[in-house]
């Protein structure tokens, strides 16, 4: 392990809840609904993240607590059974339902695994219901996908047979890339999770090798090992290193030579390093701070500072888990300062000591950072755009240097002659 | 329980935060799990604000409750009120930190500061966003004013005279996050001005504490959007006797009695009487002779409360259109709107569900929608031209230039905005007329793009599933022909109207003749 530094904060923190991964896990099981069972709070944060109003009638919603499902626990139970029957009759369509926690309902222990036991025998054949938590108290941002697909998990069949199973959300177009790849490398049976439809789980077990493709599935990666399946150890397929090393860990995995691989990889990597040039000229020498929200902020920094030459000043994170990032601090540079948790105001005097080329935050934090004079990328695009793999590494330095180029423009001396 | 897709209002803090963020030396420190914070980006990306709104969130997390939340609250408000120094203190809790009771507003009142603390109460499962807003700047000039309560006497409307200066107003209510507030604020006080009428106070968008402290400077209080300024004019006025205006200037006709209804309340003479309906070119514009077209207009309107009723009365009195459809999410103003739909022989629509608002429209079948951002989209999705004339806010409503709702400008920027879209809708309709020359191009899109063209499929395709009414009623070939002739937007209204008027006849089968009877029926 190389010789970063590892902190821990604690105080006020400026991130997301789990409830956010919603916005994204929707998109990617269109037959999927899920329900949170919360406050007003709660539809008001989702609808401020996703722009609702796009859907003529979003895939997903919130049941909202009153006063009175507050009073009594059974009419609660009562209100949501009501509430999940309505939804049903107007949403035929809907073949898999989450019951997704939120602090509220975790707060006066709302029992959503015994309300989806219940409405599983009464919709047997017809919709399938699974339960997690996005609680703010309880996750940050992306780890309520983590929670989703752990819920999943359960409802997955066992089988034996040899597969290369992709853990995690990835634009559909990058999957199809990555699947692309690994057939040429010789391993014909890969299947993705989650799956494009929710009903058409993967089956597991013994011989089924997982490769993650995010970084935030610590509980999903622990459940799977249990149901018997092998971790394939490696870093995240974000930038052209750290997706190398991620096939690289794949062929390992089954055999195939390290040969193969770059025999097939190797027109993929030039054609993307050149594509990389014009934005590592941007972000050149440049410094960088990341400050925690998405979950990303390791890989990522990994790749600026590899890749395109950035100088990390700063690495937060949300939380971390060393096992499961073991391989990508391996590839920081020594003296890498990481800091775990947050405090928010005591990061950002840090960011204005550090005097930073370019800070990664959330939305919250990007307009008035921009207007002391600090340019920002907001941390939420990096899980709606497509950034992973070789053939994407340009898009995602493109992240990075286009607010930097935007703030040349803006700022070049060319446009100050009236 | 309610299934709740989307809302049209926030929860009751997100209100105390529009406060907040909308003042200057004020902290507010909020008990809440992480992930609330997501609110700081209505203030930071919707309104573009530079700066972060005044908001310590306590992040509590899951292990935190079953240790003492109540510690983690004194911190943060050590930290806060050491790192930012505000004049008056805020504190209150999101829906999760309401059900711990750790009551941080008691917590804070024993921590010894000697700055005003503010204790907010937002019941998170009763209330929402207005309410919490018009219920932390009540509780704040409450606060900030009580002490002079007992000592002062009552504040007489006509004091400027005894004091041989112009007379004083507040403008209370505009805050961020409401509907074009930071122009409005602007208009209004240059027509104060040009009455010769000074401004003491605005709030709660650009006011200190102390600003406040000297509401009381002033001879009377402006309540320029009820939803916030109401509950703290009201209690101004029972117990420092502040008379307050209840006219909204939106619009010609209560522009001008809202000049006049100050001018009353100051017992000010009104000198420039004559002048005041050529301030702005909407009367002339809307008299001229290209507006005709504008007649009878059929216009749907849904939005908040004070927004919705000017419009109604600006649609009707000063544009010529018929309003065929009015309605609140607004539940606070919902005896108002009912009031004023029932002078338009409507029944309101009071509801904070947007399908509910897309159904009666629908069923209205307006030429033109005054609605949210919500409602803009099901207006594209129905083909019908919209403009939006309310909160609940989108980076769109905070536009680059000037752009007030108020006063003489506002009414300006209220004609372009409401004839705009129907120029364009008339740009539709002559499409719908010509589509069968020669010259014209098949697929020629109008800004509306394809929707409108499946406005047409929808009463068709429904007609097509639903062949044979409920009542056994049947379209003929020469009917349904018919029937496709008639313009898009009003084919809805045509072909129920028709069915009414069959049902009412006993007719069993509708033909092109039919349509002409119901027509000349209901005319």
């Known amino acids: 392990m190389s010789k970063v530094k590892f902190n821990k904060e604690t105080g006020p923190r400026e991130v997301f809840c789990g409830l956010t991964s919603i916005v994204w896990l929707h998109r990617r099981m269109p037959d999927a609904f899920f329900l949170v069972v919360g406050s007003r709070t709660c539809a008001h944060l989702i609808q401020s993240a996703a722009g609702v109003m796009i859907f003529a009638e979003p895939r997903f919603g919130t049941a909202i607590l009153e006063e009175k499902d507050l009073a009594g626990l059974a009419d609660a139970h009562e209100e949501l059974d009501r509430v999940v029957n309505d939804l049903i009759a107007r949403r035929p369509e809907i073949k898999t339902l989450f019951l997704v926690g939120s602090c509220p309902s975790e707060v006066i222990k709302l029992d959503l695994a015994t309300v989806a036991e219940k409405l599983n025998k009464r919709f047997i054949g017809q919709v399938r219901f699974v339960n997690y938590s996005g609680s703010g108290i309880e996750t940050t941002f992306t780890q309520g996908e983590d929670g989703a697909l752990k819920a999943l998990i359960p409802l997955m069949e066992s089988s034996n047979e040899e597969k290369l199973l992709l853990v995690g959300t990835l634009a559909n177009n990058v999957e199809d890339r990555f699947k692309k790849i690994f057939r040429n490398l010789g391993i014909s049976n890969i299947e993705s999770f989650p799956p494009r439809q929710s009903t058409e789980l993967p089956k597991i077990g013994k011989n089924t090798k997982v490769l993650l493709t995010q970084p935030y599935l610590s509980d999903t990666v622990r459940d799977l090992k249990h149901r018997g399946c092998e971790i394939i150890s490696a870093p995240f397929p974000l930038g052209i290193e750290g997706s190398t090393k991620w096939f690289l860990a794949a062929a390992k995995a089954f055999n195939i030579s390290e040969l193969k691989l770059h025999e097939i990889i190797s027109p993929l990597i030039n054609r993307s390093k050149l594509a990389l040039e014009s934005h590592k000229e941007i972000l050149k020498g440049k410094r960088l701070f990341l400050l925690p929200e998405s979950q990303l902020e390791i890989s990522l920094a990994r790749f600026l500072h590899n890749e395109c030459e950035m100088d990390l000043i700063e690495v937060g994170t949300p939380y971390l888990n060393k096992d499961l990032m073991k391989e990508e601090i391996n590839l920081l540079p020594d003296n890498t300062k990481i800091v775990e948790g947050q405090h928010v105001e005591k990061q950002l005097d840090r960011v204005r000591e550090s005097n930073p080329d370019l800070v990664v935050c959330g939305m919250g934090l990007a307009n008035p950072l921009e207007a002391e004079g600090i340019s920002t990328k907001w941390s939420i695009e990096m899980v709606f755009s497509p950034i992973h793999g070789i053939d994407q590494a340009a898009d995602l330095a493109g992240l990075f240097s286009k607010p930097l180029k935007r703030n040349q423009i803006l700022t070049s001396k060319t446009l100050v002659t009236h | ?523």
Not at chain 2, 110 to 127: H, Q, R, T, W
Not at chain 2, 138 to 156: G, N
Not at chain 2, 473 to 485: D, M
């Open chain 2, 1 to 523: 329980m309610e299934l709740t897709l989307w809302t049209y209002e926030g929860p009751p803090h997100v209100g105390a935060m529009r406060i907040a963020s909308s003042m200057k030396d004020i902290h507010y420190v909020l008990h809440a799990p992480q992930g609330d914070t997501y609110a700081d980006l209505l203030f930071t990306m919707i309104e573009r604000r530079g700066q972060r709104p005044p908001v310590t969130y306590t992040t509590f997390q899951a292990r935190d409750l079953g240790g003492d939340t109540a510690e983690l609250v004194k911190k943060n408000i050590k930290e806060a009120v050491e790192r930012f120094k505000p004049k008056t203190l805020l504190v209150g809790e999101s829906c999760t930190a309401e059900l711990i009771q750790d009551q941080p507003g008691a917590l804070a009142k024993g921590m010894g500061f000697d700055m005003p603390i503010v204790n907010l109460e937002l019941p998170a499962y009763s209330k929402k966003e207005n309410w919490g807003a018009s219920e932390t700047f009540y509780q704040l000039t409450r606060t900030l004013l009580k002490e002079k309560v007992s000592s002062s006497e009552k504040i007489s409307p006509l004091r400027w005279k005894e004091l041989g200066r112009r007379p004083k107003v507040n403008i209370l209510g505009p805050s961020l996050l409401g509907f074009r507030c930071r122009d409005d604020v602007i208009e209004i006080q240059r027509i104060l001005s040009e009455q010769g009428i000074d401004t003491n106070v605005v709030a709660p968008l650009g006011a200190s504490p102390d600003d406040i402290k000297r509401l009381i400077d002033a001879e009377i209080n402006i309540c320029l959007y009820q939803e916030i300024a109401e509950a703290s004019c009201e209690w101004l006025r029972r117990n420092f006797g502040m008379e307050y205006t209840k006219t909204i200037p939106i619009g010609i006709k209560n522009t001008v009695e809202f000049i006049n209804e100050v001018h009353n309340k100051l017992d000010l003479p009104l000198t420039n009487k004559e002048e005041l309906e050529h301030k702005s070119k909407l009367p002339w514009y809307s008299k001229s002779v290209d507006s005709n077209y504008l007649t009878g207009k059929r216009v749907f309107i849904f939005g908040d409360g004070t927004h919705a009723i000017a419009a109604a009365k600006i649609a009707k009195e000063e544009l010529g259109f018929e309003v065929v459809g009015l309605g609140t999410y607004s539940r606070e103003m919902a005896r108002q709107v009912r009031a004023t739909a029932k002078e338009l022989n409507l029944e309101a629509l009071i509801t904070n569900n947007y399908l509910e608002v897309e159904d009666a429209m629908k069923k209205a079948a307006p030429e033109l929608i005054l609605g949210t951002q919500m409602e803009r989209h099901s207006a594209k999705r129905l083909g019908i031209p919209c403009s939006v004339i309310s909160t609940p806010m989108h980076v769109q409503d905070v536009p680059a230039r000037y752009s007030p709702q108020m006063g003489w400008e506002g009414a300006n920027v209220i004609f372009d905005d409401w004839v705009h879209p129907l120029m364009m809708g008339l740009e539709e309709h002559l499409i719908d007329m010509f589509k069968h020359d020669f010259e014209f191009v098949d697929g020629h899109q109008s800004h509306l793009g394809h929707t409108a063209t499946k406005t047409e499929n929808f009463v068709n395709s429904e007609d097509k599933e639903d062949k044979n009414s409920k009542e056994g009623i049947i379209w003929t070939e020469s009917g349904r022909a018919e029937l496709t002739k008639v313009p898009f937007f009003v084919r809805g209204k045509v072909k129920t109207n028709t069915e009414k008027y069959a049902i009412l006849r006993g007719i069993p089968e509708i033909s092109d003749e039919t349509l002409y009877d119901a027509k000349a029926y209901f005319s």
